[in-house]
């Protein structure tokens, strides 16, 4: 997938996560070139990671946390429990970028608005806002398809100080409710 300038930082995400997401995936030239083209959008990206190591979410039980950096984008990933024949892990990813004079709407209908363009076979079916640990949160429901495997993600954005702190819920196509709890407990874990 060829990644626009200035790409929203939810579609960067997505990227990101479909690297570790996929255990099956054995293709290094495909992830060299995503890892490239996260790079090329953080280095043109001042902002991103600018809430890097002011955030703490626990992972599930027995779910894995990895802190990692992919291209220059610093993650926080929670994935389920590895399965033998599993081909792709359910997860929780959190990344942070700087919002600048944006408030949140601005912020997070922008991101909307590109990811329909530079996300294969995004489906947008919901947005919203709830609250969460007493903070209004947006969320949008979409699902699409990395790597010829079909997802559904939530995903939500908190603010603070005019940091976005994105963090979503991915699962295999239909499977979002069998993971609800367990997204649950790491959102309602979240602290800024």
Not at 87 to 98: G, S
């Amino acid at each position: 997938m060829r990644m626009k300038k200035h790409a929203p930082l939810v579609a960067v995400v997505m990227i990101a996560a479909s690297l570790l997401a996929l255990p099956a995936c054995k293709n290094k030239t495909s992830e060299n070139k995503a890892t490239a083209e996260i790079q090329e959008i953080v280095d043109k990206a001042p902002g991103i990671n600018a809430g890097t190591g002011t955030f703490q979410i626990t992972p599930p039980a027995n779910w894995e946390k990895i802190d990692t950096t992919v291209g220059g984008l610093k993650i926080t990933y929670l994935f389920e429990p590895l399965k033998p024949g599993m081909t792709f892990r359910t997860n929780v990813v959190v990344v942070t970028e700087a919002m600048n004079s944006s408030t949140m709407d601005e912020y997070f209908n922008r991101n909307r608005q590109t990811m329909s363009r530079m996300m294969q076979g995004f489906k947008e079916k919901g947005v919203g806002k709830e609250e969460i640990n007493g903070q209004e949160v947006n969320w949008m429901e979409y699902s699409h398809n990395p790597s010829d495997q079909e997802v559904d993600v939530k995903v939500y954005v908190f603010a603070k100080n005019k940091i976005a702190y994105v963090v979503t819920c991915t699962s295999p196509k239909g499977e979002q409710g069998k993971y609800e709890k367990e997204f649950k407990e790491a959102l309602t874990s979240m602290k800024i």
